[in-house]
């Protein structure tokens, strides 16, 4: 039989050592979104995963390690739900990326109420993670809305609309999700103009009426080309 090329065997290994890692990574996310940090082994992990511990330490240094990379995958994921799609109208990208948020924190619901939205005192390192994910969402959102991120009305007023967003998270996932996610994203979308209007009576600079003709766009009329 003929032997496997060398590069076959190393690409074959390499693969698996990503696969391994992925599932360890997938496995931590689990077991920090139902118990506390210091309740979780790192033999808990590797256990749940079927792999030795020391697997383990060699990706990841220690459970601090593979704890804080697993923070940063899964805000990773959430943030990619923000991202420019040219071609794609403004007033469809912002219900859709919204939509598909809180659609990941449903499925994840313990990790987002234990990790996503618990609060800095938690974790603060964990919460800035997630801060800095916000901040891009924020950012993405003016940018689609043609706004200027870097004044400091705006700046402000947009912290508050991503506070908003948390805020609504947190009520719909504890109390069962009572409202379906599209009426909830339609609320979403006048709090965001809301936000902009205020942030428009400090800088007056800002055009509401546009900002209002994309967020409260009839959803029927974006959904034409799908």
């Not at 809180?102 to 109420?113: D, K, N, P, T």
């Not at 009305?153 to 409202?179: N, Y």
Request: with cysteine; net charge negative.
């Amino acid at each position: 039989m003929k032997a496997e090329p060398e590069n076959g065997r190393m690409t074959a290994r390499s693969e698996q050592a990503a696969e391994t890692r992925r599932r360890l990574l997938e496995a931590a996310v689990e077991l920090f979104s139902e118990r506390n940090f210091d309740d979780v082994a790192a033999a808990d992990i590797a256990r749940s995963v079927g792999v030795a511990h020391g697997l383990l330490f060699h990706y990841f240094g220690s459970k601090r390690g593979i704890y804080l990379e697993a923070m940063r995958v899964a805000a990773d994921q959430m943030s990619a739900n923000f991202t420019l799609r040219p071609g794609v109208p403004p007033g469809r990208q912002v219900r859709e990326a919204l939509k598909n948020h809180f659609e990941y924190l449903a499925a994840h619901r313990g990790f987002a109420l234990r990790l996503v939205l618990a609060g800095r005192g938690v974790d603060p390192e964990t919460w800035e993670v997630f801060e800095d994910r916000r901040r891009h969402a924020v950012e993405w959102l003016l940018q689609l809305l043609d706004i200027d991120p870097a004044g400091d009305a705006m700046r402000m007023m947009g912290r508050a609309f991503a506070g908003a967003i948390d805020a609504t998270a947190v009520h719909w996932l504890e109390s069962g999700q009572p409202f379906d996610v599209d009426a909830v994203v339609d609320s979403l979308a006048h709090i965001a103009l809301a936000a902009i209007r205020a942030a428009a009576q400090l800088d007056p600079t800002l055009d509401c009426d546009a900002v209002e003709a994309i967020l409260l766009s009839d959803r029927t009329s974006e959904s034409v080309d799908d």
